[in-house]
């Protein structure tokens, strides 16, 4: 069964797609540009601050899903810019600590202009039975 999500707190869509889907035990979430849900404008102050705000993104996606960020078992990130890698990967190791999800990182021009980075991601959570 598929179940896609519209979680409260997390962005919602610009287009024609879900924030979040879950399949079975596994949660699939959109990218997340660093978009404030509540002013729709992308975070001010550079990729560190950018990382923080899609990761954050990511989080309440989880958390509306019912999952949280130690479910995480992939992430890709996509930067804008090469140069930018370190910044954004000293504000990611904020949000998994030790909990260190497999990622992937590439070059991107985004379709929205003037982000820095953005993030998606893949987590295990299983449903909960109920008798």
Do not use: W
Not at 65 to 72: H, K, M, N, T, Y
Request: hydrophobic share 45%.
């Amino acid at each position: 069964m598929i179940e896609r999500i519209f979680p409260a707190g997390a962005p919602q869509p610009r287009g024609p797609y879900s924030p979040a889907v879950r399949v079975g035990d596994f949660l699939y979430i959109s990218g997340m540009p660093p978009v404030n849900p509540a002013t729709r404008q992308p975070a001010p102050g550079g990729v560190a601050a950018e990382t923080r705000q899609s990761l954050n993104n990511i989080k309440s996606a989880l958390e509306g899903a019912g999952a949280s960020l130690e479910d995480v078992v992939k992430v890709n990130a996509y930067l804008s810019d090469a140069a930018d890698f370190a910044a954004m990967n000293e504000a990611y190791a904020e949000f998994f600590g030790n909990a260190k999800p497999a990622r992937t990182t590439v070059v991107v021009e985004f379709a929205l202009a003037g982000i820095c980075v953005e993030f998606d991601a893949v987590a295990y959570h299983p449903r909960q039975f109920r008798q």
